[in-house]
């Protein structure tokens, strides 16, 4: 286990990785895998839950619709109006 971490951390050669992606899943399911490329660490794997909660970008289909991307840049001109709408016939 890393410092700061409290998963299990996996470590896979890029090879181990090639011949058995599998048992890379699995593990990625409890934890980060940390591929190496001749000895070095090159990559991370997650689960996408762990992705998600390492990025912040766990949202709700209400808060991803009410927020737009790009909304702040949009300027709105309009007019208010006064009117006083006239009473509905509901009959």
Same mark, same amino acid.
């Given at each position: 286990?890393?410092?700061?971490?409290?998963?299990? $951390?996996?470590?896979?050669? /890029?090879? #181990?990785? !090639?011949? #058995?992606? *599998?048992?890379?899943?699995?593990?990625? !399911? &409890? *934890?980060? $895998?940390?591929?190496?490329?001749?000895?070095?660490?090159?990559? $991370?794997?997650? /689960? +996408?839950?762990? +992705?998600?909660? %390492?990025? *912040?970008q766990k949202? &709700?289909? %209400?808060?991803? %619709?009410?927020?737009?991307?790009?909304?702040? @840049? $949009? @300027?709105? @001109?309009?007019?208010?109006?006064?009117?006083?709408?006239?009473?509905?016939?509901?009959?």
């Amino acid at each position: 286990m890393h410092q700061g971490t409290s998963s299990p $951390v996996t470590t896979l050669s /890029s090879r #181990d990785l !090639n011949q #058995d992606i *599998g048992r890379a899943k699995r593990a990625a !399911n &409890s *934890g980060p $895998v940390i591929i190496t490329d001749h000895g070095k660490p090159a990559h $991370v794997l997650l /689960s +996408y839950d762990q +992705y998600q909660r %390492l990025t *912040g970008q766990k949202q &709700s289909l %209400l808060d991803m %619709l009410s927020q737009p991307a790009g909304i702040e @840049d $949009v @300027d709105f @001109d309009f007019d208010i109006s006064r009117e006083v709408p006239g009473p509905v016939d509901l009959s």
